[in-house]
Nanobody
Framework: QVQLVESGGGLVQAGTSLRLSCAAS????????MGWYRQAPGKQRELVAAITKVGTTNYADSVKGRFTISRDNAKNTVYLQMNSLKPEDTAVYYC???????????????WGQGTQVTVSS
């Protein structure tokens, strides 16, 4: 069984920063891409940023230049550094990872439980 646990959310003022962390644990053989998604009230879940195992990154246009995704493969952990936060960044942030639990298995997507980020103006 695989678990993804996020931490680091909270209530902050516009213009400040937060750092989210997501640690994967359990029966893990390998992890390929990891990413962060967010869902605001009344909106669909959207990709915020993603990173491959070798460090190639991809960002939503709305966060480019403000957010940075990184990962520590030894710790099976992905981070999201969020700077210059705006009220429109308010959402529940979810961690996602493609996990293979055995040598000949396929990569299966797993999700964290979500962490709330609220940015006040």
């Amino acid at each position: 069984q695989v678990q993804l646990v996020e931490s680091g959310g909270g209530l902050v003022q516009a213009g400040t920063s937060l750092r989210l962390s997501c640690a994967a644990s359990g029966s893990i053989f390998s992890i390929n891409a990891m990413g962060w998604y967010r869902q605001a009230p009344g909106k669909q879940r959207e990709l915020v940023a993603a990173i491959t195992k070798v460090g190639t990154t991809n960002y939503a246009d709305s966060v480019k230049g403000r957010f940075t995704i990184s990962r520590d493969n030894a710790k099976n952990t992905v981070y999201l550094q969020m700077n210059s936060l705006k009220p429109e960044d308010t959402a529940v942030y979810y961690c996602n990872a493609g996990v293979r639990v055995e040598y000949r298995g396929s990569y299966v997507p797993y999700w964290g439980q979500g962490t709330q980020v609220t940015v006040s103006s």
